[in-house]
């Protein structure tokens, strides 16, 4: 007996297997990946790498939240160098200015 997507979901006792991988594939994966992609699509290519850069640290932040994951001095250390990466190319060389200044006080 072959148990491919449409036989599951005609067979009882794989309904709810079926249901999940309908689930998966179309609005978590397929559904996400068409807003994600039409929202990017309209602002700067800049704005855009720094919000897909921080992905990873969202991931982190939800899942220190929802699931008690703890971190490791790595994963600070990574957080810490993406957000660096994101500063240096979100700003401009004019927004170091004055952090310059006070450093010379």
Request: proline letters at 3%.
């Amino acid at each position: 007996e072959s148990y491919g997507l449409p036989m599951m979901l005609f067979e009882p006792s794989l309904q709810m297997a079926a249901a999940a991988v309908l689930w998966t594939g179309l609005v978590t994966t397929a559904l996400n990946r068409f807003v994600e992609t039409t929202a990017l699509g309209k602002m700067k290519s800049a704005e855009a790498s720094v919000i897909l850069a921080t992905e990873p640290l969202w991931a982190a932040l939800f899942a220190a939240l929802w699931l008690s994951t703890d971190f490791g001095a790595n994963d600070y250390i990574g957080g810490a160098l993406i957000v660096a990466a994101c500063l240096a190319t979100a700003l401009q060389k004019d927004d170091f200015k004055g952090f310059f200044e006070l450093l010379g006080d």
